[in-house]
């Protein structure tokens, strides 16, 4: 099994250039989360999706932050404008939880790094 | 809102020695995971506790579920090089699959 892939590994962009992060989730995985992680903040829940469909994007910073899941194996973290305070790791984790219910592990894609001069 | 508080924020300790991290829930939880993250690393999965009281060992690693369902610890015995990291709590408060991640204890070790 391949694991959670992200792409790109490393993003360094300027401000106010658009961003688009990629997650490919573990195949047979419905739970798909995106989080980011920062020295300050921690590891801060964005959004996450059960079979495709968002669940809950409280996190989601604000309006310049989107994500999309057109399918199962796909999911896309946007912003627009980017700004220097949106540097940080971004994550994407897939579960196996088929019911969106419970709680169940979660498996970790190596991250994207972004920088915004 | 529910408010976690996980503890030390650091650690460093000599190899050989012991360590512990503490994660405090203001609420009740469903359940608890616990995840370790290299440094430069993604979070991986630990263990998963669900009954109260529980208590599950893995090798050196020892992990505590509280009575109440607020609290629980992570407790390393003889710690060895290779348990450098960043530990993280993740709180299930039964919101439908999501996980809110404590601040993380991040533990170094001397040789």
């Known amino acids: 099994d391949a694991g959670v892939i992200q792409s790109p590994r490393h993003e360094v962009t300027e401000m106010g250039q658009e961003v688009t992060l990629r997650c490919k989730p573990i195949s047979g995985h419905n739970s798909l989360f995106w989080y980011r992680q920062t020295m300050m903040r921690g590891l801060e829940l964005l959004i996450y999706?059960?079979?495709?469909?968002?669940?809950?994007d409280s996190g989601m910073p604000e309006d310049r932050f989107s994500a999309k899941m057109p399918n199962a194996s796909f999911s896309t973290l946007k912003i627009q404008p980017s700004e220097p305070r949106d540097s940080a790791v971004y994550f994407c984790?897939?579960?196996?939880?088929?019911?969106?219910?419970?709680?169940?592990?979660?498996?970790f894609g190596p991250g994207t790094r972004l920088t915004v001069l | 809102g529910q408010q976690v508080m996980q503890i030390p924020q650091y650690q460093h300790v000599q190899e050989g020695e012991d360590f512990t991290t503490y994660c405090n829930s203001s609420?009740?939880?469903?359940?608890i995971q616990w995840y370790k993250q290299r440094p430069g690393g993604h979070p991986v999965f630990l263990i998963q506790l669900v009954k109260s009281g529980e208590v599950k060992k893995q090798k050196r690693l020892t992990f505590q579920f509280g009575e109440a369902k607020k609290n629980s610890s992570l407790h390393i015995t003889a710690t060895q090089t290779t348990d450098v990291g960043t530990y993280f709590c993740?709180?299930?408060?039964?919101?439908?699959?999501?996980?809110?991640f404590g601040q993380g204890t991040e533990l170094s070790v001397k040789p």
């Open positions: 609420t009740t939880l469903s359940n």
């Open positions: 993740a709180l299930d408060y039964n919101q439908g699959g999501k996980l809110i």
């Open positions: 999706f059960n079979n495709n469909v968002p669940i809950d």
């Open positions: 984790a897939s579960s196996p939880d088929p019911r969106g219910i419970v709680s169940d592990t979660q498996y």
